[in-house]
């Protein structure tokens, strides 16, 4: 009997190569799903199914090679094998950040990616390169002289031997998922709960499927879809509290988008010395609303989400932002209702008009202008952050902009200061860094504090122009600063352990709602930034009640005060959903059974209202829709050019 040599088998035969190649995937893929992602793994058979997952379709996707003959199979091999390992590795560097997975939809944002910079290199590590090794390994066994290359095409049944195994091994992957977990590719808004069960592959498969779904649902949405979507928002909608409606009527509405602010800055001490002493004192303001139950309901499009739901109370998309793959819907915003009402709208940021498609989206919301960077003066270094023009240069080189605009008016300032890596010249710096080992969450009291201090300026030149007296400001955090990969180091700053439930209450981004003659109050009420639209209009004495709107008034007493969030989870006064678990608000712990049953209701509330907006928002749902007494609006009217007037 001929005896094998095991480096003909290994290197010189086409499937020696290709298990090798195999091998190394699933080793390095195991490798870093188990160290690079938190995952929440428990049990041992999520530990099984987190071995065992990136083996089947490490299988069925470097087994494309077998389709080709000669030397272009070792070519795809190589091709695909490269590619696969760049996912992967793409993967671990957005997580860093996002604590979340990369979405087909999060690809088109490369127009982003330019204006990033330092951002993205402080998410690099040293070890990185380790990602790569195994890829050097098969590119030499492709391109070397020293190992013979099998010309020959690969047998159809050993080729459909190869294959069928590797289904077999994602089907009992599937199988044995679907028992720990049920429904797990219907029910789930959660990524990662995806890439736990399935591993990154099969999610990234999965991910191109729900992304082609979404995109086909405008061709095949009719008007006989809004049926429904009406009736849910006629039952949603909260009647105005007579308090306040009309309190600021005929104001001019500024908000204040303030970058990464999270809550638990509000009336924190620094060694002894407050962070935000402006923001603190307006919290406490006789004429401003301070809303300390707030949260932020982003997703993968964090900053543009937020003002998605700003302009809409419809939420942001599961995947990507809505700002790119949706900048020409029809909506009914905010600058579009407004304008029935004589308002000029208007945003200003220090930013390019491409960041975000805010230049294309901003037209179909219906703003009268938009001055970005090319309205302000750039060119002096030391006032630029990574972003875009620093606060403090913003709101000055603003002031005269906002003069031009006819009163009242609807504007949007967006800062930039305060944004990850919160790096600060420190001649700007008038706070210490933290001390807790970890950068980001160290500089981060130093560009709130330089925030903090910009938007002071602001209200002082409100005041010197006198246009603070007939003003609504409202100022909102965007989308949590630091993520839960920095929980070790929030430990510290808070002083407490950060369980799961600790980690949701820092999703509380700050809300200040100042208008001048209200009586003020810290109101304990929850919501989240879908409630702010009909928060707003009612304030200036505009009902919302025949828009399509998923949020409701925070000041009625008809509020909704179930706080859903993007990937299906959501906080209430009694109970918090958080990665498929319930827990009692009061005492941070698991609810006990007699809770279950009410828990389980709100998540289905919650489910088919995510649900009933992403149907709006991917079926363009408003174009069948009209509502009374509203001019539709017409983006090509609109062209934001160096005089910031639309045409």
Do not use: C
């Amino acid at each position: 009997m001929k005896r094998i040599n095991k480096k003909d088998f290994l290197v010189n035969n086409f499937i020696g190569i290709y298990f090798l190649a195999v091998l190394m995937l699933w080793v390095k893929t195991y490798i870093t799903q188990t160290t690079q992602f938190d995952l929440g793994v428990e049990g041992i058979l999520q530990q099984f199914l987190l071995f065992i997952n990136p083996l089947g379709s490490a299988m069925l996707f470097l087994g494309i090679a077998f389709l080709f003959k000669g030397k272009r199979k070792y070519t795809s091999l190589v091709v695909m094998y490269a590619l696969i390992s760049f996912i992967l590795y793409a993967n671990v560097v957005y997580y860093r950040f996002f604590s979340d997975f990369i979405t087909l939809p999060t690809i088109f944002q490369t127009q982003n990616f330019g204006d990033l910079g330092g951002s993205v290199l402080s998410l690099l590590k040293p070890y990185d390169l380790l990602f790569f090794v195994d890829v050097f390994v098969i590119v030499y066994l492709r391109f070397s002289n020293k190992i013979q290359k099998q010309t020959s095409r690969f047998g159809k049944k050993q080729t459909v031997t190869v294959m069928a195994f590797a289904l077999l091994v994602s089907i009992v992957n599937l199988g044995l998922a679907e028992v720990d977990r049920p429904q797990l590719l219907t029910r789930g808004f959660d990524r990662n709960y995806i890439v736990k069960y399935l591993g990154m592959y099969n999610y990234t498969m999965y991910d191109a499927v729900e992304t082609i779904k979404a995109s086909s649902q405008r061709a095949l949405a009719d008007s006989d879809d809004m049926t429904e979507v009406i009736n849910y928002a006629k039952s949603n909608y909260a009647e105005p509290n007579l308090e306040y409606f009309g309190a600021a009527q005929g104001m001019n509405v500024i908000y204040l988008h303030l970058e990464s602010m999270q809550n638990f800055i509000i009336d924190y001490k620094l060694n002894g010395e407050e962070v935000t002493p402006f923001l603190n004192s307006l919290s406490k303001d006789p004429n401003t609303l301070y809303f300390d139950n707030f949260f932020h309901q982003t997703a993968q499009g964090k900053t543009s989400d937020a003002e998605f739901m700003l302009e809409n109370s419809l939420y942001g998309l599961p995947q990507g932002s809505a700002f790119i793959t949706k900048g020409q819907n029809t909506y009914q915003a905010a600058p579009g209702i407004l304008k029935d009402h004589g308002y000029t709208s208007a945003v200003f940021h220090g930013n390019g008009g491409t960041f975000w498609n805010r230049n294309t989206i901003y037209k179909s919301f219906g703003y009268d202008k938009f001055f970005d960077a090319n309205f302000y003066d750039t060119s002096v270094p030391e006032d630029m952050a990574e972003y875009g023009l620093l606060d403090k240069p913003f709101f000055e080189q603003s002031a005269s902009l906002l003069n031009t605009l006819p009163q009242p008016f609807y504007t949007k300032f967006i800062t930039v200061g305060h944004h990850y890596p919160y790096k600060l010249n420190q001649d700007l710096a008038t706070i210490e860094k933290g001390n807790t080992g970890d950068a980001s969450v160290d500089n981060y009291f130093q560009t709130a504090r330089y925030a903090d201090e910009a938007i002071e300026q602001f209200f002082t030149q409100l005041k010197e122009s006198g246009l603070y007296e007939n003003s609504m400001i409202v100022l909102y955090g965007d989308h949590y600063g630091i993520s839960e990969n920095h929980n070790k180091a929030m430990e510290q700053v808070l002083g407490k352990e950060i369980t799961p439930y600790e980690s949701t209450n820092l999703q509380r981004v700050p809300l200040f709602i100042h208008v001048p003659g209200m009586e003020g109050e810290i109101n304990h009420t929850y919501g989240g930034q879908i409630d702010l639209l009909p928060t707003v209009l009612h304030l200036l004495g505009i009902d919302s009640q025949n828009f399509i709107q998923f949020g409701s008034d925070l000041l009625s007493e008809e509020h909704n005060d179930i706080v859903p969030f993007r990937n299906g989870g959501f906080v209430s006064p009694t109970i918090y959903s958080i990665d498929e678990k319930y827990y009692d608000n009061k005492t941070g712990l698991l609810i006990d059974e007699s809770q279950l049953e009410l828990a389980e209701a709100i998540k289905n509330e919650v489910d088919y209202k995510l649900q009933l907006s992403d149907q709006v928002v991917n079926g363009d749902l408003l174009r069948f829709y009209m509502p009374t007494e509203y001019t539709p609006v017409d983006p090509s009217k609109y062209n934001y050019n160096k005089d910031g007037e639309s045409e």
